[in-house]
């Protein structure tokens, strides 16, 4: 059965720490790997990656997909209590449709 | 723990016809369900939030009236699209909460619907 899994499933941390986020799948007719964050209503779409080893960065945000070992990581450096959410992975299929894994809950402390 | 079970996967419906989507927690009470939508560019929707045993609370611009939420039980929610249009065709994506403030949303597998 497919999976998407993440680590840890929370966390916590001060400002200014830098937080690495984990997100391991196995699945089959793989197209992608998604990002998002969610704080309050819907995810809000962050990355999204197709090949390995190609970093995308946005600001503090940086994420790498490995599609050999099937796993992504998102960093977020220098980190701000504006941080705080739950941030999601998401596998893409071939047909578009979509599996979430369980989400990470990072909290920053002041 | 903490699955979230969807049915139908995919379906294919003519215009005109409703369809419902079902959304089960298989291993927990869901006191709060919550469904999306995913548009292009791989932005998701939110369309509404059910509580168990009330009336589900729609997002601007969401019609209620064509998209139906029941959530009659703990485990289950449902959403039906009326009179379908094959623009209502899209991924539609249920989460379900066991805590109603702040809780863990756990994302079920979601739906395809194709309106032809």
């Known amino acids: 059965e497919d999976k998407v899994v993440q680590s840890p499933l929370s966390l916590v941390v001060h400002e200014g720490d830098t937080v690495t986020l984990n997100c391991s799948y196995e699945v089959t007719n793989f197209r992608s790997l998604l990002w998002y964050k969610q704080e309050k209503k819907a995810p809000t779409f962050l990355f999204m990656l197709?090949?390995?080893?190609i970093e995308k960065k946005s600001g503090r945000l940086s994420s790498i997909l490995d599609k050999k070992e099937l796993f992504s990581i998102l960093n977020i450096t220098a980190t701000q209590t504006g941080d705080s959410a739950v941030y999601l992975c998401a596998v893409q299929y071939n047909n578009n449709d979509m599996r979430f894994g369980a989400g990470t809950r990072l909290t920053v402390k002041p | 723990g903490a699955v979230v079970s969807q049915h139908p996967s995919r379906v294919i419906c003519k215009s005109g016809t409703s369809v419902k989507i079902e959304c089960r927690s298989l291993d927990f009470q869901a006191t709060t369900m919550f469904w999306y939508r995913q548009f292009p560019k791989q932005s998701l929707m939110l369309m509404a939030t059910?509580?168990?045993?009330?009336?589900?609370?729609?997002e601007q611009g969401v019609e209620k009236d064509k998209f139906l939420i029941n959530h009659a039980s703990l485990t289950l929610s449902t959403l039906t699209v009326t009179s379908a249009h094959p623009e209502d065709s899209s991924f539609y994506i249920c989460s379900a909460t066991p805590q109603t403030v702040g809780g863990e949303q756990y994302f079920g597998p979601g739906t395809r619907l194709t309106v032809t």
């Open positions: 059910s509580n168990e045993g009330s009336k589900a609370t729609y």
């Open positions: 197709t090949s390995s080893g």
